[in-house]
């Protein structure tokens, strides 16, 4: 792509909301409050505000590779932290994808060098699955099953934080596990239990 069709693009998509708002932008420069932190992969395929159809400032949007939530990361964890104390969203959703690279990745034994500590958090999913995961004969549904699970343990690492637990706990915050399938463009929820998931791990990361 032309970098300067990027700039083209954007002045169209200024005159454009203008058009229907001349206040659009001073609205939106007076700041945020969205209700929903969404934690996504990178993938260039993937683009959270269209697939959820939201508009600026309705979603604070975090995105790494696999979308992964692990609890030593600052930058996930300062995400959160923000976004659940200071912006008091209502809902966290982390949103995987089937053919997820990422993923896909971390299920070959290959050295993939500086990535290989980030795909060690996919691959220690696959341990606490492997029973499940050896059970699918299909590679292709395996690792599609792997994506989902891979989702599921990113929302416990979520209701793991001490800010999520607190929030609960005050407004009910909810934590929500999704996959987007390329194939059809649809939203799969995965109904993931917050109350039953924090009830099982109180034990140990249950916080005060």
């Known amino acids: 792509?032309?970098?300067?069709?990027?700039?083209?693009?954007?002045?169209?998509?200024?005159?454009?909301?203008?058009?229907?708002?001349?206040?659009?932008?001073?609205?939106?420069?007076?700041?945020?409050?969205?209700?929903?932190?969404?934690?996504?992969?990178?993938?260039?395929?993937?683009?959270a505000e269209e697939l959820m159809g939201v508009a600026p400032g309705e979603a604070f949007i975090h995105r790494n590779i696999a979308n992964m939530v692990p609890n030593t990361d600052l930058s996930s964890m300062s995400v959160i932290d923000y976004a659940v104390t200071y912006l008091k969203v209502n809902h966290v959703v982390v949103c995987g994808h089937y053919y997820c690279g990422g993923v896909k990745a971390a299920m070959d034994s290959k050295d993939l060098g500086i990535l290989n500590p980030w795909l060690r958090n996919i691959r220690d999913v696959y341990r606490i699955h492997k029973n499940e995961l050896r059970n699918i004969d299909d590679e292709n549904e395996r690792y599609k099953r792997l994506v989902e699970l891979n989702v599921q343990e990113q929302c416990v690492n979520v209701i793991k934080t001490a800010e999520v637990q607190k929030a609960y706990r005050e407004?009910?915050?909810?934590?929500?596990?999704?996959?987007?399938?390329?194939?059809?463009?649809?939203?799969?929820?995965?109904?993931?239990?917050?109350?039953?998931?924090?009830?099982?791990?109180?034990?140990?990361?249950?916080?005060?």
């Open 171 to 208: 407004r009910g915050i909810q934590v929500h596990g999704w996959v987007f399938d390329i194939h059809s463009g649809k939203l799969i929820d995965l109904n993931i239990d917050f109350p039953d998931i924090l009830k099982n791990i109180m034990e140990i990361y249950h916080l005060e």
């Open 1 to 47: 792509m032309e970098l300067a069709k990027i700039f083209e693009n954007n002045r169209q998509w200024v005159q454009d909301k203008l058009n229907l708002d001349p206040n659009y932008f001073k609205n939106l420069s007076e700041g945020q409050n969205p209700d929903i932190l969404y934690i996504g992969c990178a993938d260039s395929r993937v683009t």
